[in-house]
């Protein structure tokens, strides 16, 4: 009777896993195998490998994708750190996660707004004798929107590992004669590290297949894989080479997450 009662538990998430995962992927990976003209063939994969333009292209987004990560995780563990210390710290939680609650659009519009000639970062230029500059459609304007919006996903996962520290390793450091700096290092920043992993999964991954920030802070001067999926989904109707180029981006999402998966679980037993 108990395992009945299991296995009805699972049923209804073993059917969003199969709806929702599983076959969009298994789909996805199908539809590479088609061309233009539906015909099965392994042309779309010729093509995408011994194109420098998508080999260009995926250099791109694994170098924007580490950058966005790095600013973010220099951001958000500083943040998360100063949070676990504060008196309020669930209230400043919440102002952190608060603009995940708007939509990424609406973000990226505000942010067209700001860097525009006649916006907020111009006018703050003007007045400090710089001069209006060209901020919009730049690698720099798309990497700050792409690193702001990230951040609540970074600041999260390492906030936790630090408010689930025990404060006994913290003071037996301090007792033994470490240095805040020492203690910091040898202590609190390597047991906080499956935090960190954890958000350099939650940034790095989405941020390998941004499309949309791309063309609207990036004036398609950023050139990445998600923006070629766009391209081919919706304008060459070339869905063989788009999912082609999303099974890449799977395969890639696969290995940064092995990469990056904690086995501290097997060593600390």
Request: some cysteine.
């Amino acid at each position: 009777m108990t395992k009945r009662k299991t296995c009805g538990y699972f049923i209804p998430y073993g059917l969003w896993l199969g709806l929702f995962v599983i076959a969009p992927v298994a789909l996805i990976v199908y539809q590479s195998f088609f061309s233009l003209d539906h015909h099965v063939t392994l042309a779309n994969y010729a093509t995408y490998f011994q194109s420098g333009v998508y080999l260009k292209m995926t250099l791109n987004s694994v170098w924007y994708a580490f950058l966005i990560t790095l600013f973010t995780g220099l951001i958000s563990y500083p943040t998360a750190y100063v949070l676990r210390q504060l008196k309020h710290r669930q209230f400043w939680l919440l102002l952190v996660i608060l603009p995940t609650w708007i939509n990424i659009l609406l973000k990226a519009y505000a942010f067209i707004g700001i860097f525009s000639q006649d916006g907020v970062a111009n006018s703050f230029l003007r007045f400090i004798g710089i001069g209006p500059q060209q901020l919009l459609f730049t690698n720099a304007s798309f990497i700050f929107v792409a690193t702001y919006i990230q951040i609540p996903f970074m600041i999260l996962p390492i906030y936790n590992s630090l408010a689930d520290l025990n404060p006994a390793y913290i003071n037996a450091s301090l007792d033994l004669g470490a240095t805040r700096w020492q203690t910091f290092y040898r202590v609190i920043f390597p047991l906080t590290l499956p935090g960190v992993k954890a958000g350099v999964q939650a940034v790095f991954i989405p941020s390998l297949s941004l499309f949309m920030l791309t063309r609207l802070i990036g004036g398609n001067k950023v050139i990445t894989l998600g923006t070629a999926i766009e391209e081919h989904f919706l304008t060459t109707m070339n869905w063989g080479m788009g999912s082609t180029i999303g099974v890449v981006l799977i395969v890639a999402m696969i290995i940064v997450m092995q990469l990056t998966n904690d086995h501290s679980g097997r060593s600390s037993q």
